[in-house]
């Protein structure tokens, strides 16, 4: 592994030949968490911005980012999720008494089932894995793909679909978090050979 010896090479967004970029993705692909995603125009560090206004335990923009009050997390924690990783935020308040928003962390695991694609789909870009298709309506999950390990996650093909275990609603109806809505999906597994 090279070592990152210029943080400059990453700072200013720029179009390169795909060869430099997949060079600069695997000069930062040891420093992610397993399974992450390097797409073109990635943001590294934490989330920033200029924030207002109220926000529930729970937050979403129109983003597939998840932000999750400090006591909330606590809270959700201490119920038995697991996975569950929240991360320091940048995020400027102009209000006095503002909350302390942590991005949580949503690892790319799952996959839509062969059963609600288009038939004959195309397959995944084999550089970078995009699909040529938007999003099934109503979307089915693959649950041989599912992880046992996380309650909260986003898909693997589609990364911007969050995804939540039963145990994770229940969770958060039950210690009444709010500020995000749960819509159940169907899971199922393939046909066996």
Not at 44 to 60: D, I, M, N, V, Y
Not at 90 to 95: I, N, S, T, V
Not at 119 to 128: A, H, V
């Amino acid at each position: 592994m090279t070592p990152i010896i210029s943080l400059a090479d990453f700072e200013t967004p720029r179009a390169e030949p795909i060869e430099e970029y997949e060079r600069l993705c695997e000069l930062v692909r040891p420093l992610l968490p397993p399974g992450a995603r390097l797409e073109p125009g990635a943001g590294f560090g934490p989330f920033e911005g200029k924030a207002q206004g109220r926000f529930g335990p729970l937050f979403t923009d129109f983003s597939a980012i998840l932000l999750v009050q400090r006591e909330a997390l606590n809270k959700l924690q201490a119920e038995g999720l697991r996975g569950l990783k929240g991360c320091p935020t940048a995020l400027r308040f102009r209000q006095r008494n503002s909350p302390e928003l942590l991005e949580l962390e949503l690892l790319p695991v799952g996959r839509i089932h062969l059963d609600c694609l288009p038939p004959n789909p195309q397959p995944p870009c084999p550089r970078c894995g995009h699909l040529k298709h938007p999003l099934p309506k109503p979307p089915i999950l693959d649950a041989s793909t599912l992880p046992e390990h996380l309650d909260l996650f986003r898909l693997e093909d589609y990364s911007n679909v969050n995804i939540c275990t039963g145990r994770f609603v229940d969770a958060c109806q039950r210690l009444g978090l709010d500020g995000v809505v749960f819509l159940p999906l169907e899971a199922r597994f393939s046909a066996g050979p």
